[in-house]
C-alpha cells in the first residue's frame, strides 16, 4: 500500500531532504509517496490551495510526517503549536518521526526531549536516541490559542485574501484612532506608503505569502531567545514591560505576552503604518483581554519618546535602517527608559559579503559592540539554542546582544 509522508525541511538544500528521507524510510510503514514542505516556502503539495510550512494543512491529509532534524526544535508554545498542526494533518494513530535531544542536552539547549513531547502534546513517545529522534502516535487535540502561529494557521487564507485591498490602499489614508483601539499616537497621521522592498513583496501572491511565512518563521527562535532572556533576567519579577522597536505588527511581542502572563504590557514601534491591518487581525483573534496589553506606536523610533519605563527594549533586525549617528541616540534614549534591572537586547545580522540586501546598511561586530559597549557588559545569546555564547564564540555569527541596567 501506498502512504503519504510530508517531509517537513528548513532549507529543501538535497543533503537535507537525503537525511529526512532515510528516516522516513526507516520509520514510516508502505511504499511512500512524498510531498516536501519547506519553510523557505516551497512545496509540492498538489492540493489546490497552496499550503506552506505554517499553514493549515487538511485534516488526515498525510499518513506520516518527518520533520527535519535541521529545524530548531524549541520547547515553546510556538513549537507545541506547529507540532498540534501537524498532528491533525497526519491521521489519528500515525507516526510523525521529529527531531529530540536527550533530557541534559535538551533542557541546556530548549530543545525537544521525549519529556516536553509527552507533556506538550499528551501523546506516547518512543524516543531513538542514535537518531536524536522520537516517534509520536499523532495525537488529535485541541489546543489553547497561546501562540502567534495558532493565529496564523487558522487564519493566514484571510490575510491572502487582503493582497488586493493591500496592492490597491490609498497610503494617504489617515489613520483613525477608533478603527485601531491599541494605537498610541498617531491620530491624523497618514498610513504612509510603505518602502520600495515591501511594494515589491506585494506584487506576486507567492512573494506575500512567503514574506508572511518568513515574518512568522522568525517568531520561532526569537521567542525562544527572548523567553529564555524573561527566566534569566526576571526570575523574582512580576511585571514585566517589553517594547520592541521597529517590530513590524509585532508578533514576537504578541508572543511573549501569549507565553509569559508576566508581561503585563507590550509597546510596539514601526514607521510604517501597514502593520496596523496585520495586528488587528491577530488581536481581534486572541481578543479583548489580550488586546488591552498590547499598544502600537506608528512613527520613527527615532522620535519615539517613551512614556513609561520598561524591563526590556528590543531591537531586533531594525537599528540598520538607522543613519549610524540617529542609532547611537536612539539606543541611548532606550537605556534612559530602562527600568533598573532592565535588559536592552540588540540582533543584528553582521555584514558578512554573502549578503546582498542591505550589505551597505549592516553593522560590523566592532560597531555594533562599541555602540553597546558603553552602557555596561555586553553578554551574547545564541540564535540557534536557548543560550548564553561566550565572547569569543560569538564571532561574526548572528546572535542577541544583551545589555543588563544596574539593579
Ligand atoms: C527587517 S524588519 C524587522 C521586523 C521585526 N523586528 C522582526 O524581527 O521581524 C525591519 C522593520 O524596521 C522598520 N523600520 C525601519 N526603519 C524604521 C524606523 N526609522 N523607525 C521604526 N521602524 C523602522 C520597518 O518598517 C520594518 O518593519
Not at 48 to 76: G, K, Q
Not at 129 to 153: D, G, H, T
Not at 169 to 179: C, I
Amino acid at each position: 500500500m501506498r502512504a503519504r509522508t510530508g517531509l517537513f525541511l528548513q532549507n529543501h538544500s538535497s543533503e537535507e531532504r537525503e537525511t529526512v528521507g532515510i528516516l522516513a524510510k526507516k520509520y514510516c510503514e508502505g511504499d511512500q509517496d512524498v510531498c516536501v514542505f519547506s519553510k523557505t516556502g516551497i512545496s509540492d503539495w498538489g492540493g489546490e490551495e497552496p499550503i506552506s510550512f505554517f499553514t493549515r494543512l487538511p485534516t488526515a491529509c498525510l499518513n506520516n510526517a518527518v520533520v527535519s532534524p535541521r529545524i530548531r526544535p524549541f520547547s515553546t508554545n510556538f513549537g507545541q503549536v506547529f507540532l498540534c498542526n501537524l498532528s491533525q494533518a497526519v491521521g489519528e494513530g500515525n507516526r510523525i518521526v521529529v527531531p529530540c535531544q536527550n533530557e541534559s542536552n535538551g533542557r541546556k539547549k530548549g530543545y525537544w526531549t521525549a519529556s516536553w513531547l509527552t507533556n506538550a502534546l499528551e501523546t506516547s513517545v518512543q524516543y531513538h536516541p542514535e537518531e536524536a529522534a522520537a516517534i509520536l502516535s499523532a495525537p488529535a487535540k485541541p489546543r489553547r490559542r497561546n501562540s502567534i502561529l495558532q493565529w496564523y494557521v487558522q487564519e493566514a487564507h484571510l490575510l491572502w485574501g487582503q493582497l488586493q485591498s493591500l496592492k490597491t490602499m490609498d497610503f494617504n489614508t489617515r489613520v483613525v484612532k477608533g478603527e485601531y483601539p491599541f494605537l498610541r499616537n498617531a491620530v491624523n497621521r497618514v498610513v504612509s506608503k510603505p518602502n520600495s522592498r515591501f511594494l515589491e513583496i506585494l506584487e506576486e501572491e507567492s512573494t506575500y505569502r512567503n514574506w508572511m511565512n518568513y515574518c512568522i518563521d522568525g517568531v520561532y527562535y526569537k521567542s525562544a531567545l527572548l523567553q529564555h532572556m524573561l527566566e534569566r533576567f526576571f526570575q523574582t519579577r512580576q511585571d514585566l514591560f517589553v517594547a520592541d522597536m521597529g517590530a513590524g505588527p509585532g508578533y514576537l511581542a504578541a508572543e511573549l505576552a501569549l507565553c509569559d502572563e508576566r508581561v503585563r504590557e507590550v509597546l510596539v514601534n514601526d514607521s510604517n503604518g501597514i502593520n496596523l491591518l496585520f495586528a488587528k487581525r491577530f488581536l481581534a483573534f486572541f481578543g479583548e483581554d489580550f488586546a488591552s496589553r498590547f499598544s502600537m506606536n506608528i512613527s520613527p523610533m527615532e522620535e519615539c519618546r517613551y512614556e513609561r519605563m520598561y524591563d526590556v527594549i528590543c531591537f531586533i533586525g531594525s537599528l540598520l535602517y538607522l543613519p549610524r549617528d540617529m542609532a547611537g541616540i536612539t539606543l541611548d534614549r532606550a537605556w534612559d527608559a530602562l527600568l533598573p534591572g532592565g535588559i536592552l537586547v540588540v540582533h543584528e545580522n553582521i555584514k558578512r559579503d554573502s549578503y546582498s540586501r542591505d550589505y551597505h546598511l549592516m553593522f560590523t561586530t566592532g560597531e555594533l559592540d562599541d555602540a553597546l559597549a558603553r552602557f555596561g557588559r555586553i553578554l551574547y545569546f545564541s540564535s540557534t539554542a536557548m543560550m548564553e555564547v561566550a565572547p569569543s564564540r560569538a564571532g561574526t555569527s548572528t546572535v542577541f546582544r544583551v545589555v543588563q541596567k544596574e539593579t
